[in-house]
Antibody, heavy 123, light 108 residues
Framework: QVQLVESGGGVVQLGGSLGLSCAVSGFTFSAYAMHWVRQAPGKGLEWVAV????????YYADSVKGRFTISRDNSKNTLYLQMNSLRHEDTAVYYCVKVFMSGLQSYHYFDYWGQGTLVTVSS | EIVMTQSPATLSVSPGERATLSCRASQSVSSNLAWYQHKVGQAPRLLIY???TRATGIPDRFSGSGSGTEFTLTISGLQSEDSALYFCQQYNNWPPWTFGQGTKVEIK
């Protein structure tokens, strides 16, 4: 079955860096666009970044643009999020999410989510 | 950016009764709207896509309706396991993809 397992979360100093990974299985990873979505404590869900199936296209939320980098390794079935210049407001649970596809068409709602990994930015 | 607004923030409903959750978009998103259920400590679960189509394995007590800017998620015959946070998400105009702030459904 489809599984998405995030790792790499933890406590990081203000202004520091952290890298998240998401190992996937149960579907053809290389065919799917993938997103990162986060949820700050007591807040709603916030979309963070997306990467196309082949890594050629990427989009970021304005709040992370220039600081975060999404990437993927299709040979390892793994999605990444490199986070630099971390701020207090980046404290959140980060989810790796899979888009739904029908045929060759991607529909950017999310049919599978990981359990999330907590990132805490501390001063 | 399309802003999604959900109401109410919290809904307290007795078992067996109906819960009606609203989601409003700041501009039309056609029928490109999804609903998710999120329980503490679990991954969010897709309930509805295309505003009204149930995802695989979702019980028929969950139903979605609406188009354009006004959407509703209805949970009929509420059960204890339906206690959760419910989010809507638009995928019509992007980036960014945007979510509502959520409605917490409590069982009386």
């Amino acid at each position: 079955q489809v599984q998405l397992v995030e790792s790499g979360g933890g406590v990081v100093q203000l202004g520091g860096s952290l890298g998240l990974s998401c190992a996937v299985s149960g579907f053809t990873f290389s065919a799917y666009a993938m997103h990162w979505v986060r949820q700050a404590p007591g807040k709603g869900l916030e979309w963070v970044a997306v990467i196309s199936y082949d890594g050629s296209n990427k989009y970021y939320a304005d709040s992370v643009k220039g600081r975060f980098t999404i990437s993927r390794d299709n040979s390892k079935n793994t999605l990444y999020l490199q986070m630099n210049s971390l701020r207090h407001e980046d404290t959140a649970v980060y989810y790796c999410v899979k888009v739904f596809m029908s045929g060759l068409q991607s529909y950017h709602y999310f049919d599978y989510w990981g359990q999330g990994t907590l990132v805490t930015v501390s001063s | 950016e399309i802003v999604m607004t959900q109401s109410p923030a919290t809904l307290s409903v007795s078992p067996g009764e109906r819960a009606t959750l609203s989601c409003r978009a700041s501009q039309s998103v056609s029928s490109n709207l999804a609903w998710y259920q999120h329980k503490v400590g679990q991954a969010p679960r897709l309930l509805i896509y295309g505003a009204s189509t149930r995802a695989t394995g979702i019980p028929d007590r969950f139903s979605g309706s609406g188009s354009g800017t006004e959407f509703t998620l209805t949970i009929s015959g509420l059960q204890s396991e339906d206690s959760a946070l419910y989010f809507c998400q638009q995928y019509n105009n992007w980036p960014p993809w945007t979510f509502g702030q959520g409605t917490k459904v409590e069982i009386k």
